[in-house]
T-cell receptor, first 111, second 115 residues
Framework: SQQGEEDPQALSIQEGENATMNCSYKTSINNLQWYRQNSGRGLVHLILIRSNEREKHSGRLRVTLDTSKKSSSLLITASRAADTASYFCATDADGNNRLAFGKGNQVVVIP | NAGVMQNPRHLVRRRGQEARLRCSPMKGHSHVYWYRQLPEEGLKFMVYLQKENIIDESGMPKERFSAEFPKEGPSILRIQQVVRGDSAAYFC?????????????FGNGTRLTVT
């Protein structure tokens, strides 16, 4: 089964607002990663958070990880129109040194 | 340092023809992954290769699909006798270490349309 289920599936916000999306997974992981995909392009890595970390920041991005609840959240602060994209979480829970991706969150930032 | 290069970007094939998708990983990356993406869907793992070796092909259909990553040259995903259900975007990604411990670098994909 596909690891990593994002919630909500689609989000529409005004520029300047914060966007929060969640990801849940089913089995133990070593790390969890978030990626962004712009329309018609490949995925771009955003953040990797390890299972012994609870929070990580990168610019306007903040990722949390709660291994007891098997969930992670991605927060984008002060959103910009350029943040419009689909966001995916991915875990190594399937083992075998590969990543399993969720179905993604579509975020639209209205200027 | 060039990123992951995939070609062609768009490929149109008639049912029954063969499709060959190419992927050149980033310099210094020996781990290559192929994923398939349908519209409004996430990425489905297909195959994981290292130079000259298939490490994990558990996501690849047993028939008509094959992949290779030769000592020299790009990785190739080959689909024989394509059917309409093969229409999708195919993404290649590379990393310097196994993906479980390292971010993946993706190409911009090959969009296959089967008519």
């Amino acid at each position: 089964s596909q690891q990593g289920e994002e919630d909500p599936q689609a989000l529409s916000i005004q520029e300047g607002e914060n966007a929060t999306m969640n990801c849940s997974y089913k089995t133990s992981i070593n790390n969890l990663q978030w990626y962004r995909q712009n329309s018609g392009r490949g995925l771009v890595h955003l953040i990797l958070i390890r299972s012994n970390e609870r929070e990580k920041h990168s610019g306007r991005l903040r990722v949390t990880l709660d291994t007891s609840k098997k969930s992670s959240s991605l927060l984008i602060t002060a959103s910009r129109a350029a943040d419009t994209a689909s966001y995916f979480c991915a875990t190594d829970a399937d083992g075998n040194n590969r990543l399993a991706f969720g179905k993604g969150n579509q975020v639209v930032v209205i200027p | 340092n060039a990123g992951v290069m995939q070609n062609p970007r768009h490929l149109v094939r008639r049912r029954g023809q063969e499709a060959r998708l190419r992927c050149s990983p980033m310099k210094g990356h020996s781990h290559v992954y192929w994923y398939r993406q349908l519209p409004e869907e996430g990425l489905k793992f297909m195959v994981y290769l290292q130079k000259e070796n298939i490490i994990d092909e558990s996501g690849m259909p047993k028939e008509r699909f094959s992949a290779e990553f030769p000592k020299e040259g790009p990785s190739i995903l080959r689909i024989q006798q394509v059917v309409r259900g093969d229409s999708a975007a195919y993404f290649c990604a590379s990393s310097p270490r196994p993906a479980g411990d390292s971010p993946l670098h993706f190409g911009n994909g090959t969009r296959l349309t089967v008519t």
